[in-house]
């Protein structure tokens, strides 16, 4: 544990330097000095790696806010909190790699005045908007319980459920919108990604990723945060995410078949190779992991599963935006070091912020000693009222 | 009326007037070394290829429904009804989802500039609005490139087909591809040889992704009103067992009453 606090520490020093070079030869000298993308290849791992997999990443604030606050499922409350931070940092690394990406990131307000509802790309600019302040707002709590300003934090409270309904709402827009980006390029992407489904995929796996994030979050925050493993919710979580993950495999292999695409994966090649890693690590690996009972109910197998999982969908990211592109580009990508450096400046900073927040705010149960006692309460004066009102 | 570019590779002879006067038409630089690309780029918006005594033009499609459109977030892609597909680079916010979704791979960006633009042919938008033909079809020596109006242009292109149906393929590209487009092209091989999908959908491309967008506006509905009932039915429990825990005679009193 120590050795890897060191080794972070050099790192993390390293990966901020590096990333802002990167930074000056982005904006000094352009995209072309400082990626590798093309006119046969536009989109690189700012848009495969920092905003497809950042917001698969984030999907444990949606997923965990809905079970919570919607499906009410209060054994889970303790660990919402981390997962909401997660999101909301998540998305604001998303708008900072656009940032990088876009050819003119001072137009990035123009879809707020020149609307074009028939695009995807809209739909994804409106979300990203929109959640980002939904899950600003179902953060505030955590920062104004720090502060303990009740005025505010009442506000809060009061508008919670329709928050986070309409952060549900969005989420599922956005990680489904993601997916739909890609449903007008039937004739480029390679038919392993390229489905009329891929809404759905993107949908189905942000949600196992959701869980899988929360597993994994609440396991390495014991270990490095000195929180307290919440060991009966995350086997919980691990059941759910085999039912996730077995609907999504036999969606994604329904549709392989009756697209008639499951033979070519027997084909030898670069993309059936790539197929298969994200497969195994997304779906076969982890289900036999999970489906085995001594696993599941281990904090190291439930952690072992959870990685796998996460690199699983990260890799079939990589493969919709990246792998399945390059056949019809008739060219192969490779990031640039400057596109790497960002990216990982940009993770770098991602869990840098997570630490922070973790020390300095009430993120775990621990440190919410002195938060009021309506926060795992909050439903009974709402029922003292609905009680009065019905009369019955 | 609206007006199409019909290209008949037969009667090509590859002396790249098209590239040299579409180059000066967009100020673009031309010489001996521009003439040598084979590819579209952000300085070079038509080429002519060449294989062996065969050539093709490549320039935007102009699409009737353009994809580049239909996908661009801020509106900067238009179609005109005249035909051209035009762009506003000021709309611009360099997302390069054009780029991604053209299924002929038209559009180019300028990697190399700090404030870069999308460029593509706009099938000379500002000549055909004061009645002028495409500075294309201008200057081709032979009629390979052709001005005119659509329909009278397919005809044309069908009747040459009929006339002559061993110097053609039997395919007018353009007539249905992606639900047809304003450049027309003709050939004596299979235009796959020139790199040009054989394959397209008869469709117009956008509908593959409005056909999911479309229905948002009903999903928000549907999914407020099924997230709030479910909260509403998770949540009642609770409170029904909270009153109980709070009264337990009188509550028991009323249902066992409510039996009766």
């Not at chain 1, 809209?122 to 303990?148: D, Q």
């Not at chain 1, 078949?257 to 994966?265: C, D, E, M």
């Not at chain 2, 479910?230 to 005679?249: D, M, N, S, Y």
Request: glycine share 8%.
């Amino acid at each position: 544990m120590k050795i890897k606090f060191t080794f972070w520490k050099l790192l993390f020093p390293f990966l901020i330097a590096a990333g802002l070079w990167a930074t000056i030869i982005r904006y000094a000298e352009g995209l072309g000095a400082s990626t590798h993308l093309s006119d046969q290849f536009p989109w690189g791992i700012w848009i495969g790696f920092d905003v497809l997999c950042g917001v698969m990443l984030a999907a444990g604030g949606f997923t965990l806010t809905a079970a919570v606050h919607i499906f009410n499922i209060k054994r889970m409350h303790s660990i919402v909190r981390p997962t909401v931070l997660t999101a909301f940092l998540g998305y604001l690394l998303v708008c900072v790699a656009l940032m990088y990406d876009l050819g003119k990131p001072y137009n990035i307000w123009h879809p707020l005045i020149m609307r074009n509802p028939h695009s995807v790309m809209f739909e994804v600019a409106y979300c990203v908007m929109l959640y980002t302040t939904v899950l600003a707002l179902e953060f505030s709590p955590i920062v104004l319980e720090r502060f303990n300003l009740q005025k505010p934090l009442k506000v809060i409270r009061a508008i919670l459920i329709p928050l986070v309904i309409c952060g549900v709402i969005l989420s599922t827009l956005h990680q489904s919108s993601l997916g739909s980006l890609y449903l007008i390029t039937p004739e480029k992407l390679h038919p392993f990604w390229y489905s009329p489904l891929l809404p759905m995929f993107f949908f189905l796996s942000a949600i196992a990723v959701g869980l899988a994030m929360t597993i994994f979050e609440s396991s390495m925050s014991a270990k490095y945060f000195g929180s307290q493993l919440e060991l009966p919710t995350l086997q919980e979580l691990g059941r759910v995410l085999v039912v996730v993950l077995a609907v999504y495999g036999v969606l994604r292999f329904e549709d392989l078949f009756h697209r008639g695409t499951l033979k070519l994966s027997l084909q030898p090649g670069y993309e059936t190779y790539l197929f298969w890693l994200e497969i195994s690590l997304s779906l076969i690996l982890p289900l036999i992991l999970l489906l085995q009972r001594n696993v599941r109910s281990s904090a190291g197998g439930l952690y072992l599963s959870s990685v796998l999982v996460v690199l699983g969908f990260i890799a079939n990211r990589m493969n919709v935006s990246i792998t399945g592109f390059e056949r019809s580009a008739g060219t192969h990508y490779f990031p640039k070091w400057t596109e790497l450096s960002v990216s990982g400046a940009i993770i770098a900073a991602g869990f840098a912020l997570f630490g922070l927040a973790v020390k300095y705010l009430p993120i775990f149960p621990e440190r919410r000693r002195e938060a009021d006692p309506q926060i795992n309460g909050s439903a009974e004066p709402a029922a003292a009222a609905v009680l009065s009102h019905a009369g019955d | 009326m609206s007006k199409a570019l019909l290209y008949d590779a037969t009667l090509c002879i590859g002396c790249k007037r098209c590239e040299e006067a579409c180059a000066a038409q967009n100020r673009l630089p031309y010489n001996d070394s521009v003439a040598a690309e084979e590819k579209q780029s952000e300085h070079k918006f038509t080429v002519v290829m060449t294989k062996g005594d065969k050539f093709m033009r490549r320039l935007c499609m102009s699409c009737q429904d353009p994809t580049c459109a239909s996908v661009c977030p801020v509106g900067a892609l238009t179609k005109a009804p005249a035909g051209p597909v035009t762009y506003d680079a000021n709309r611009c916010m360099g997302c390069r989802y054009c780029m991604i979704a053209c299924p002929f791979s038209v559009p180019k960006y300028e990697w190399n500039r700090l404030a870069p633009k999308v460029r593509k042919c706009n099938m000379c938008a500002e000549r055909i609005a004061v009645g002028k033909p495409t500075a294309c079809a201008e200057n081709c020596p032979t009629g390979a490139t052709k001005f005119g109006d659509r329909d009278a242009l397919i005809a044309d292109a069908q009747q040459r087909i009929r006339d002559n149906p061993g110097n053609y393929i039997n395919h007018i590209y353009g007539l249905t591809e992606v639900g047809g487009t304003s450049v027309l092209l003709l050939s004596s091989v299979p235009f796959g040889e020139f790199g040009y999908h054989d394959d397209l959908s008869r469709d117009p491309l956008p509908m593959l992704t409005y056909q999911v967008l479309s229905r948002i506006p009903d999903f928000v509905v549907l999914g407020g009103v099924l997230l709030g009932g479910i909260w509403w039915i998770t949540h009642r429990r609770e409170e029904v067992a909270a009153a109980e825990a709070r009264a337990p005679e009188p509550v028991r009193e009323c249902c066992e009453g409510g039996k009766q």
